[in-house]
Nanobody
Framework: QVQLVESGGGLVQTGGSLRISCAAS????????MGWDRQVPGKQRELVAR???????EYADSVKGRFTISRDNGKNTVYLQMNSLKPEDTANYYC?????????WGQGTQVTVSS
């Protein structure tokens, strides 16, 4: 089992920045990838960014060049630095951790970008 605690998020104006964090605990030895998805009510959850063991990263086209995902292995924490935020980035952001046999989700943190 992996437990996830998210922090950060909130309200920001267009063009602003936010950083959200997700700390993992439990069976962290089994983690193969950490990342973030987001969801807007009425729409499917979508990948925002992820980082796999070894450091390779993947981003949604809509956030490339604006968002940066990073991981502190010593703290078992993944970060998402979000710059140049747009109103369309408004969503509930969920930390997602993949292990050898399961996928775990955080409780979600709301990011709201005002125009």
């Amino acid at each position: 089992q992996v437990q996830l605690v998210e922090s950060g998020g909130g309200l920001v104006q267009t063009g602003g920045s936010l950083r959200i964090s997700c700390a993992a605990s439990g069976s962290i030895y089994s983690i193969s990838a950490m990342g973030w998805d987001r969801q807007v009510p009425g729409k499917q959850r979508e990948l925002v960014a992820r980082i796999i063991n070894g450091g390779s990263t993947e981003y949604a086209d809509s956030v490339k060049g604006r968002f940066t995902i990073s991981r502190d292995n010593g703290k078992n924490t993944v970060y998402l630095q979000m710059n140049s935020l747009k109103p369309e980035d408004t969503a509930n952001y969920y930390c997602k951790v993949s292990t050898w046999g399961a996928v775990y989700w955080g409780q979600g943190t709301q990011v709201t970008v005002s125009s």
